[in-house]
């Protein structure tokens, strides 16, 4: 079966760090783009960031630049996505997705790509 797993969430103050793993079972992550997503209650789905399979593409919302950073290792097939200096708008489900067609040295944030398989989600709060 092929699925994505999210883990790492949690309750946190804020300027508190997390960092979120997504892991792989059924398939290889290693030629797929990763991208991480968002959804607060009563908002869309926003994109955080994403990384290209090679590893040589990174891009980062405005809103977290700065704070979050994504990486990946392909060794335990999992990507991760640290997050520092947490705010309290930061708060939602996290969710991670993956694409094996994407070239190499793209990856996308837009929640209108589509992205082949999705994580069911880590619930991020973060306290004032």
């Known amino acids: 079966q092929l699925q994505l797993v999210e883990s790492g969430g949690g309750l946190v103050q804020s300027g508190g760090s997390l960092r979120l793993s997504c892991a792989a079972s059924g398939f290889t992550l290693d030629y797929s783009a990763i991208g991480w997503f968002r959804q607060a209650p009563g908002k869309e789905r926003e994109g955080v960031s994403c990384?290209?399979?090679?590893?040589?593409?990174?891009i980062y919302a405005d809103s977290v630049k700065g704070r979050f950073t994504i990486s990946r290792d392909n060794a335990k097939n999992t990507v991760y996505l640290q997050m520092n200096s947490l705010k309290p708008e930061d708060t939602a489900v996290y969710y991670c997705?993956?694409?094996?067609?994407?070239?190499?040295?793209?990856?996308?944030?837009?929640?209108?790509?589509?992205?082949?398989?999705w994580g069911q989600g880590t619930q991020v709060t973060v306290s004032s």
């Open positions: 990384i290209s399979s090679s590893g040589g593409k990174t």
């Open positions: 997705a993956a694409d094996p067609t994407t070239d190499r040295n793209m990856c996308f944030i837009s929640r209108r790509f589509p992205y082949n398989y």
